[in-house]
């Protein structure tokens, strides 16, 4: 059999399964989770987002207050040339680094 008469064979009820399942779906929010951050500008607690790259850190005050800023994410140990506590990045390709 060609694959394209499996194709043919197949699409229509994929076609109609995919209407009748975007009828049906629900609307889903996902409610922000407030940080204990301090948003310098305004002074409130600033909120984690999701956004196309990751999480991070945004103002709930948003029009009025625009400040953002990275979520690190720290990992409890302290930095042995410094001591601050270090924090988890990634590179552009999802590699991890400290």
């Known amino acids: 059999m060609s694959w394209r008469e499996v194709v043919k064979n197949f699409y229509p009820d994929l076609d109609e399964a995919v209407r ?3 009828q049906n ?3 889903v929010e996902i409610a922000d989770e407030v940080s204990d951050e301090i948003c310098e500008v305004c002074g ?3 909120v984690i987002k999701y956004g196309p790259h990751g999480r991070f850190l945004a103002c709930p005050g948003f ?3 625009r400040n953002t800023r990275p979520l690190l994410e720290k990992i409890g ?3 042995p040339a410094c001591g601050k506590e ?4 990634k590179t552009r390709k999802g590699r991890r680094y400290y």
């Open 77 to 79: 140990v302290p930095c």
């Open 25 to 27: 779906l629900e609307k």
């Open 20 to 22: 009748k399942a975007e």
């Open 44 to 46: 409130r607690n600033m």
């Open 63 to 65: 029009p009025e207050c």
């Open 86 to 89: 270090l924090v988890l990045k």
